[in-house]
C-alpha cells in the first residue's frame, strides 16, 4: 500500500534557534498524540539540516533538503552535493519546486540530473510538478504536468522510478491563500497516476505516494486527503506552525 506522507516546507524561515524550537514542539505534539499511520517529513533551510537530524534521530520524523545540486562534485561556488546530503544522514530531497524552476531558472533536464544524482545517493526525490494559472486558464494544464513528469523522470528504470515521490502544487496555489478545490486537486493526481500506469505499469503507479501542495492548511488538509488519489501534502505556510502542521500531519 502506498504511504501516506505529509512534508513540511519551510523554504527560507527560520534561524536554526527558530528551527529547533518549532522541531521540538511539533516533536511534543507527535509524541503526545497519534499520527496514525502518517510519514512526517520535514525540509528545513541547509543550515538546520546536521543539527534537525541529531535532535530527530529518536523520532519518527524524516529530515529532507529542499534542493541539491546538479553535479557530483567540483567547482560550483553555493552548491550543496548530494554526496554532502547523504553524509548527514538526509533521507528525501525536494526536487523542482516551482520557486526553483522559476526563480533559478531550473528546467526538466537540468531537474531529471538532481532525480538521478539523489537516487545514486540513496536519497528519495520529492519531485514537484505544477502549472502557473495562465496555463491552466488556457487548457494546457495537463500538457504542462505531463512534460513535467515525463521529461525529468519517465528514462528512470522502474526500479529508480518506484523509489520516487511526487508532489502536484499548482503554482497559483502556492502561498496564495486559494487552495485547489479537493475536485481539482483529485482530477490531477488521477491524470498523473494515469501516466504513471502508461508508462510503469498499474502496480508502481498505485505505489507511488502523489502528495498535493499549495495553500494546504488546518482547515482543508481533510477535504483533500479524503482524495482517492491524494496520499498527503506538501505543506509550506504551515509548516512553520507547530500545532497547525500536527493538524495536518492527523488529517487522514
Ligand atoms: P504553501 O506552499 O503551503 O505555503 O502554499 C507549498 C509549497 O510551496 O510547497
Redesign the pocket.
Known amino acids: 500500500m502506498r504511504k501516506k506522507i505529509v512534508a513540511g ?1 519551510w ?1 527560507m524561515n527560520t534561524t536554526i534557534q527558530e528551527g529547533i524550537a518549532l522541531v521540538n514542539e511539533l516533536q511534543k505534539l507527535i509524541h503526545d498524540g497519534n499520527i496514525g499511520s502518517a510519514n512526517v517529513i520535514i525540509a528545513p533551510p541547509f543550515t538546520h539540516l546536521s543539527e534537525i537530524i541529531n535532535v530527530t534521530k529518536n523520532s519518527v520524523i524524516k529530515v529532507s533538503a529542499q534542493n541539491c545540486a546538479n553535479e557530483l562534485k567540483g567547482a560550483f561556488t553555493g552548491e550543496v552535493s548530494v554526496a554532502m546530503l547523504q553524509s548527514i544522514g538526509v533521507s528525501h530531497c525536494l526536487i523542482g ?3 526553483r524552476r522559476s526563480y533559478y531558472h531550473e528546467d526538466n533536464a537540468m531537474l531529471n540530473k538532481k532525480v538521478k544524482l539523489a537516487l545514486q545517493a540513496g536519497i528519495t526525490p520529492i519531485f ?1 510538478c505544477g502549472e502557473v494559472l495562465k496555463e491552466r486558464e488556457e487548457g494546457k494544464l495537463f500538457e504542462v504536468i505531463k512534460s513535467q513528469i515525463s521529461e525529468a523522470l519517465f528514462d528512470l528504470s522502474a526500479d529508480d522510478y518506484s523509489k520516487i515521490i511526487i ?1 502536484y ?1 499548482p503554482v497559483w ?4 491563500g486559494v487552495t485547489a478545490s479537493p475536485a481539482q486537486a483529485q482530477e490531477m493526481h488521477a491524470f498523473i497516476r494515469n501516466l504513471i500506469t502508461e508508462k510503469y505499469g498499474k502496480q508502481i503507479a498505485d505505489e507511488t505516494s502523489l502528495l498535493y ?5 488546518a482547515a482543508n488538509a481533510n477535504e483533500l486527503f479524503a482524495q482517492a488519489d491524494i496520499d498527503g501534502g ?5 509548516s512553520l506552525k507547530a500545532a497547525d502542521f500536527y493538524t495536518i500531519i492527523t488529517s487522514f
Not at 496555489?173 to 496564495?176: K, P, S, Y
Not at 501542495?213 to 492548511?217: A, I, K, L, R, Y
Request: glycine content about 22%; aromatic content about 0%; proline content about 0%.
Open positions: 516546507n523554504k519546486h516551482s520557486e514537484c508532489a502544487e496555489a502556492i502561498g496564495t501542495g499549495g495553500s494546504c492548511n506538501l505543506i509550506g505556510g504551515a
